[in-house]
């Protein structure tokens, strides 16, 4: 066995700058559009040896995951892992999760849990799959868990199956803002009424930064109007982060809650924060930027 005893990985935040809705699948599935990129701000998955399949929660974000009924994503994560590549290679493994972004929040951070599990075992139990192999485990857990294993700027597309990674993406300054509220993407999604968008992916990706916001801007988010009706609180958000000085577009990520605001800087991002912060002092807010 050649498994380190101690790996750490990070669990980045996903946004989605945009999100269409492109039409409903014979199954119940929506099948999307979206352009998303990852943030700085992040949880955190440490593996070390332990006994069986373990799981230990901190942070600040973790006391509605002790609260919540089944089975947690990381577990879930873990034994689809373990399944898969059998008992000679598993080990006795305590993962420990330190979450500090909100649940149930259209930020990803469930499917970046179950992501970073995924690639921190691959290397603690020396673990060598294809990449077809860890997206078949990835689709498995969630829709969203793919395009975090990828946890790169991307174009996805279908379920969430279908990824496109984007080179030499654009780093961007921004706010995210969530205001204290979970959001079941179950329940949002069946709530939708109206049509379906079209595809819209940029067919380049601008290098001027107002070019690109205005692209942006030419787009939506399909689940955002449902979301409000659901959560009126949202509207809120979005009419403070649009009115923060230097903000270029404030739109809510995923099925919502948390929100996010573009700015031409992290100076800009930063006092916005720290303004919102004074007025909303309950809410969970971070100045940070994409990776690249």
Not at 63 to 89: F, H, W
Request: hydrophobic letters at 45%; charged letters at 25%.
């Amino acid at each position: 066995m050649n498994g380190k005893s101690f790996v750490r990985v990070e669990a980045p935040a996903k946004v989605n700058l945009y999100l269409h809705v492109t039409g409903l699948r014979d199954d119940g599935f929506h099948e999307l559009d979206s352009l998303v990129v990852f943030a700085d701000v992040h949880d955190l998955i440490t593996c070390k040896k332990g006994s069986g399949l373990t799981l230990k929660l901190s942070g600040p974000e973790s006391a509605s995951l002790r609260k919540a009924s089944g089975t947690n994503i990381v577990l879930r994560a873990a034994k689809a892992l373990a399944d898969k590549v059998g008992p000679k290679k598993v080990t006795g493994v305590e993962i420990h999760l330190e979450k500090f972004l909100p649940v149930a929040a259209g930020i990803g951070g469930g499917s970046a849990d179950a992501a970073a599990t995924l690639k921190a075992l691959c290397e603690f139990w020396d673990v060598n799959l294809s990449q077809r192999e860890i997206s078949e485990l990835a689709q498995f857990l969630g829709a969203d868990v793919a395009v975090c294993v990828e946890g790169r700027s991307s174009f996805f597309s279908g379920i969430g199956d279908k990824i496109d990674p984007i080179n030499n993406f654009p780093k961007l300054s921004m706010l995210l803002v969530n205001p204290g509220i979970e959001l079941l993407t179950s329940k949002i999604f069946k709530a939708r009424k109206g049509s379906y968008t079209q595809m819209a992916r940029l067919r380049r990706i601008p290098i001027d930064s107002m070019m690109f916001f205005d692209e942006i801007k030419k787009r939506t988010n399909d689940l955002e109007a449902t979301a409000i009706i659901m959560a009126p609180v949202i509207k809120q958000v979005l009419s403070n982060i649009s009115s923060s000085p230097g903000c270029k577009i404030s739109r809510m990520s995923g099925s919502g809650a948390t929100c996010f605001g573009l700015f031409d800087n992290k100076v800009q991002a930063k006092k916005a924060a720290l303004e919102l912060r004074k007025m909303n002092p309950n809410w969970w807010i971070v100045a940070t930027e994409s990776r690249l």
